[in-house]
């Protein structure tokens, strides 16, 4: 007989595997059940057999049981153990792997409706179903999904079967509802990893949308709200817009979190904003702990020219608190209430109309926070920078839809005072932004500035 090769024997082996895993497989619960009662039964004609050899040369097992009896009995209930586990183990590993039983392999989604046809029912369902869901009514979102392809902040995969409507239906209804990625994925019937990985992707691609939406509009047009007040003009129609800091909710590491701890005790970031009187935002800076102060973080961007704030043109200026520095393009209220009378009552008129019209930001976050509840939190485990591409995404949604749709029921509940007209005189001379000037000779110059615009606003207000 020739010798078998190395290759032969091996192929033998795995026949010889796959003939045994095959067999296997091929058993069921019933097979269990019919093997287990056989073995009994093979059990219990053993033991009458057994038996009847006992009585019959009982003399002859007499003089052996205490050499051999206990030692045979013993060995046989051992292997009658061993029998049993073996044979559940290997009808258990049968019976549950899904590699050896296909009957047992199914989807871990297997709803009725995939995701993309759940979007599409949204879509053409009735117009209050997509907005509950989505914070927008279906020709809106249809057209947020072609201005990302057209612009191309989303990049088609070929080989991802989720599309861009699929993927921005995912992100919006995190955002609007705070959903955890497990229920996404059952909704959309898609992996929670497929989840994650699309909404960073749609994430990333508002960011950048962000930049076409958060920026200022034009400097020189006075706004309605401002130009038919008697509160504010004509002393604050250089005013444009208001600045001030927001917390949203954060997740970090351990050892981090004393410095995201907030004065409250809750873990958050520090969000600066700069919005106009048309509840927009013109700027946003995102990164900073909870417990870093306004004027910190204002300080930090207006002197680092990577953060690019856009400084209004000379004699404009942003409506800040009084935590802020009073300097030139940043005008905040007065601080004390030293002096005669008449001073006092002179900054505290001021102060009241200051405030009035430095309200803005807080409406502004009120929109943005009713209608994206992830920023409320509790955040879920995010990195950080994921974190904060959420904070630029939710604010890129909400100057996109103030654009797009100026009637919406969040922006008319916030707002206080009359529509605001849609024509406007652009016709004014253009100027370049003024220098940042923190010198004390600014300061004190800007000082007297707004100590003219209360005293002329005293004036106008008890002539």
């Not at 100057?399 to 007209?421: G, K, Q, W």
Request: charged content about 25%; proline content about 5%; aromatic content about 10%.
């Amino acid at each position: 007989m020739p010798p078998i090769t190395r290759r032969a024997a091996k192929a033998m082996k795995l026949n010889s595997i796959q003939t045994t895993h095959s067999s296997i497989s091929s058993w069921g619960e019933n097979d269990l059940t019919q093997c287990i009662s056989n073995y009994y039964k093979m059990r219990k004609q053993r033991r009458n057999t057994s038996e009847r050899v006992h009585f019959s040369e009982d003399h002859l097992m007499e003089n052996d049981h205490d050499a051999h009896g206990g030692e045979i009995s013993d060995e046989s209930d051992e292997e009658e153990v061993l029998l049993i586990y073996a044979m559940v183990v290997l009808l258990g590993f049968a019976l549950f792997n899904p590699y050896l039983n296909p009957l047992q392999q199914r989807r871990i989604r297997d709803g009725a409706q995939s995701g993309a046809q759940r979007v599409v029912e949204l879509i053409n369902g009735y117009r209050a179903r997509i907005f509950d869901n989505l914070r927008m009514e279906a020709p809106l979102f249809l057209q947020l999904c072609d201005l990302l392809l057209e612009r191309g902040y989303w990049e088609p995969h070929p080989t991802q079967r989720v599309g861009i409507h699929e993927s921005v239906a995912i992100c919006l209804l995190c955002l609007s509802h705070n959903e955890r990625h497990r229920v996404l994925a059952e909704r959309f019937q898609q992996f929670s990893e497929t989840v994650d990985l699309h909404l960073r992707r749609c994430l990333r691609s508002l960011v950048r949308l962000g930049r076409d939406f958060v920026k200022p509009i034009d400097y020189h047009i006075i706004h309605p709200r401002i130009q038919n007040s008697a509160l504010f003009w004509p002393w604050f129609k250089d005013c444009v817009g208001a600045i001030d800091g927001t917390h949203v909710s954060a997740w970090c590491r351990a050892e981090d979190r004393d410095h995201y701890r907030n004065r409250l005790g809750g873990l958050s970031h520090k969000i600066l904003a700069a919005c106009d009187h048309n509840m927009r935002f013109t700027y946003v800076r995102v990164g900073w702990e909870g417990s870093a102060r306004d004027s910190r973080i204002l300080r930090d961007v207006l002197l680092d020219p990577n953060c690019a704030f856009p400084m209004p043109p000379a004699g404009k200026y942003y409506a800040v608190g009084a935590t802020y520095t009073n300097m030139s393009g940043f005008m905040a209220p007065f601080r004390g209430a030293r002096g005669t009378p008449q001073e006092r009552a002179t900054k505290a008129l001021f102060n009241r109309r200051h405030a009035s019209l430095r309200n803005i930001t807080e409406r502004t976050f009120g929109v943005l926070k009713k209608r994206f509840p992830i920023l409320q939190g509790p955040m879920q485990n995010y990195l950080m920078a994921t974190q904060n591409n959420i904070v630029l995404a939710c604010c890129a949604l909400h100057n996109f839809m103030r654009d797009h749709v100026p009637n919406d029921a969040y922006f008319v509940e916030e707002e206080a005072d009359a529509a605001l007209a849609d024509n406007l005189d652009q016709g004014n001379q253009m100027f370049g932004p003024q220098p940042v000037d923190m010198s004390a000779q600014g300061i004190a110059g800007w000082n007297e500035d707004r100590r003219a615009i209360a005293d002329h606003m005293c004036y106008h207000q008890y002539a």
